[in-house]
């Protein structure tokens, strides 16, 4: 059944969110709500604990008040627990223009042990990326509903294997032409950046036109990210046929050299 909060995702003026807060507060996780909002640019943040819920009470709640962040059907609780974020400008990778770098290209040519392989194992790579991390935003409701839509087959996973070892990873939301990018993690020195490589490369191969990689960072623009306009996101999100999922066979990493 959809919920209330699925319909009302549509119908949030994303466009003109705040660009440096979140765009709505809603605790409302579930896989619906989640698939919806990453369709209408939006990617969740949940607070880890009382305390960061206390925070987004206390840093945004005068802008609730005022209506500059949205609350879906001005519920009379305030649901702090998880922020809503639409961020502008929009970091983006468009596939194709995702850089390994000259060393790190010279050393996959040499490690003919590395491979890369599409949705193998969707939960160890989302659990890898939690682990250890604060704040603690993959919380234990989020993971299920990001199982439940890679079950429905909108949520992938990329894995680095050097031999049989998981050596790194990154896992996102396909939506429409975009796939969001929530997270990746290395255990070996730059897994996390051939796992990125990858899954452009897979991504950009099906059709698909951009990893939105949601925050802006010096390391996520050494991989050729930019930041765009959040409308021209948006525009580009809402424009085309949505693509099917990349392709999961287990390759070579030294092909991306």
Known sequence: MTSRTTDWWHTLAVS?????APAA???????DS???AYRSGLFPMPAADEYG???NEALYEDRVATGAIAVPGGDGELPYQVAWWSPDPRPV???GQARLGRRLARRLRNRLDWSTSVDRDFGRVVSQCAAGREPRWLTEELRRSLLALHERGWAHSV????????VGGAFGVRAGPVLSLDSMFHRRPDASRVAVADLATRFGAVGGRLLDVQWDSPHIRSL??????RQDYLDLL???????PPATDLLPAARLA
Do not use: K, N, Y
């Open 25 to 31: 507060f809603c605790a409302d996780l579930g896989a």
């Open 159 to 166: 894995e680095v294997w050097q031999g049989p070892e998981l």
């Open 53 to 55: 819920r206390w925070m």
């Open 16 to 20: 003109a969110a705040p660009a440096d």
């Open 93 to 95: 990778l468009i596939p």
């Open 34 to 36: 989640l698939l919806a």
């Open 224 to 229: 050729g990210a930019r930041p765009v306009p």
């Open 238 to 244: 809402r424009s085309g046929p949505p693509v099917g």
